[in-house]
């Protein structure tokens, strides 16, 4: 008798779950306007994308041209497939008037990226962070390879 | 206007045509070509059309949106699928059974074909009303099994026999309760016959004049019929993540395509059976008494309504197949030997009391 009372049991407890789940889609069959996927080539010019969205590598610069990485390389050492790659120059400090190094080329490999934001939380200063932009693809493996201080930019002052 | 509410006036004038034009033989003849092209022609509108249905209600039901860009709103774009299938090479192993491999998939869908023979689609349209057309139909139905196992053993794959040899135990199971609760339609109706028991509905329909065990042996046959279909949730024939394809893995181009629409028309037949069985087929939907009501539904062709009730179960069966997870080979079994098959024997023998004490209305 009891085996029977479990039985008959596990009949109505399977018969609620599966009721559970097709309300479920039954909801999602007669909703289709809250569909959360965008149509992405059609709305390029309104397509919102997530705050942490990871496009690609950029540092942004203020309009005196400046930019705040000091060329530590944390972001080289973070980065776990050698995208990035930092090249120095000496300069002279204004102030001291001491010889130092600065940043010649910041070096970001976009075809070896994988977009593990590694670098980005390694960055002492917030000098780089991801962009939003993700229309990567191009004719030529060359344009992949990119500068990213602008030439001509300087350190921002106060960073160091 | 009467041609749409009784297709027995189209029907009888076309053999009358042919009757005084050429010899009664002739005329069968004739008959049975435009019977076999009408039933191609629907074929192949099924299955595009299903094609199409079950990506939408899947896309939705996954809150997507499925195919939009061919044609408006994507509703070409099953056409194209099956240009592209037409184009692709018909290309057969090196190692198969070269007869086996290419007789197959005709089995399989001429069995689906011979299915259609006693459904009644409207009022007097009916290919071929047979006294054990219920009787018929499960018969004919097993032997598709035959073809997928000649399939899964001619393509010498492991993987199209492995998926071959579980859909011949899955059919062989599955046939079981589905026959059983077809049993107990039967018992209510009197008859094998369809057209009897869709006739037997003209008060209203099995589902609810059969009060709870023929909303029993509905919930079964709806669970077998899917399980017979060889759709997800009890894909296992197929099994796309362990089997890549099962029964099919080799095959390419037509032959693939055919297998396909195999299942799609397989899909169209059950719920046809299951809407003709259970819910009445192409009679309207009356409420004893409410003569006003039952009026306005007699105006509603009967075609209409026979097509409405298969859609509405072929979207019922999708929309358990965008729901539920697949099962494993010994849940399957399970399910039908433990559960379905003790369920519908009981409700059968409570299905025979109820008819001989009359209880049923």
């Known amino acids: 008798m009891k085996f029977l009372i479990e039985y008959i049991g596990t009949i109505f407890k399977s018969l609620g779950s599966l009721w559970n789940g097709m309300r479920l889609t039954l909801y999602y069959f007669f909703h ?28 942004p610069h203020d309009e005196n041209n400046e930019h705040k990485c000091t060329g530590c390389t944390s972001c080289e050492l973070a980065c776990p497939n050698g995208t990035i790659k930092i090249l120095y120059k000496n300069v002279v400090d204004e102030t001291t008037g001491k010889k130092k190094k600065a940043i010649d080329e910041f070096v970001y490999h976009l075809g070896m990226c994988t977009f593990c934001n590694l670098c980005i939380i390694a960055c002492p200063t917030d000098a780089i962070k991801m962009s939003h932009d993700f229309e990567h693809s ?23 | 206007m009467k041609y749409i509410y009784d297709f027995s006036f189209l029907t009888s004038k076309i053999h009358n045509w042919f009757l005084a034009h050429c010899s009664s033989g002739w005329t069968i003849l004739w008959e049975m070509v435009i019977v076999g092209l009408c039933a191609i022609t629907l074929f192949v509108v099924l299955g595009l059309i299903f094609v199409y249905m079950e990506r939408k209600v899947a896309a939705f039901m996954q809150f997507r949106l499925g195919p ?42 001429s069995v689906s074909m011979l299915a259609l023979a006693p459904l009644p689609f409207a009022k007097g349209l009916q290919i071929y009303d047979i006294n054990i057309g219920v009787f018929y139909i499960s018969a004919v139905s097993s032997i598709s099994v035959i073809g997928i196992l000649i399939a899964g053993w001619a393509s010498n794959n492991k993987y ?3 998926g071959a040899m579980r859909s011949g135990a899955q059919i062989v199971s599955y046939e079981l309760s589905a026959g059983l609760s077809v049993i107990a339609i039967v018992a209510f109706a009197g008859s094998m016959s369809l057209s009897d028991i869709v006739e037997s509905q003209r008060t209203g329909w099995w589902i609810f004049k059969g009060h709870i065990p023929a909303v029993i042996a509905f919930v079964i046959f709806i669970i077998a019929g899917t ?18 394809g099962g029964f099919h893995t080799e095959y390419t181009g037509m032959r693939f395509a055919m297998f396909f629409l195999a299942e799609y028309v397989n899909m169209f037949v059950v719920c046809a059976i299951g809407a003709t069985l259970f819910l009445g087929g192409w009679m ?9 009501f039952n009026h306005i539904m007699d105006y509603v062709p009967p075609f209409v309504w026979f097509f409405g009730k298969t859609f509405f179960l072929v979207w019922v069966i999708m929309w358990f197949r965008w729901t539920f997870p697949r099962l494993r080979i010994d849940q399957l079994l399970t399910l039908e030997w433990k559960y379905l098959m003790p369920i519908s024997l009981v409700n059968m023998i409570i299905v025979a009391f109820v008819v001989i004490m009359k209880w049923h209305f």
């Open chain 2, 160 to 162: 199209s026999l492995l």
């Open chain 2, 68 to 109: 939009n860009r061919v044609g408006p709103k994507g509703t070409l774009q099953a056409v194209a699928d099956t240009v592209k299938l037409l184009m692709k090479e018909g290309f057969t192993p090196q190692a198969a059974d070269m007869f086996l491999f290419n007789l197959a998939p005709f089995i399989v869908l």
């Open chain 1, 138 to 160: 191009t004719f030529d493996r060359k344009s992949l390879t990119k500068i990213l201080n602008k030439p001509g930019s300087k350190l921002m002052k106060g960073v160091e």
């Open chain 2, 284 to 292: 309207p939907l009356h409420f004893g008494n409410l003569s006003g």
């Open chain 2, 227 to 244: 399980a017979e279909l060889n759709r997800a949730p009890f894909d296992m024939a197929e099994a796309e993540s362990e089997l890549t």
């Open chain 1, 32 to 59: 289709p306007k809250e569909i959360h996927t965008q149509q992405y080539p059609d709305n390029r010019d309104t397509l919102t994308l997530g705050e942490r969205f990871r496009g690609e590598v950029v540092m």
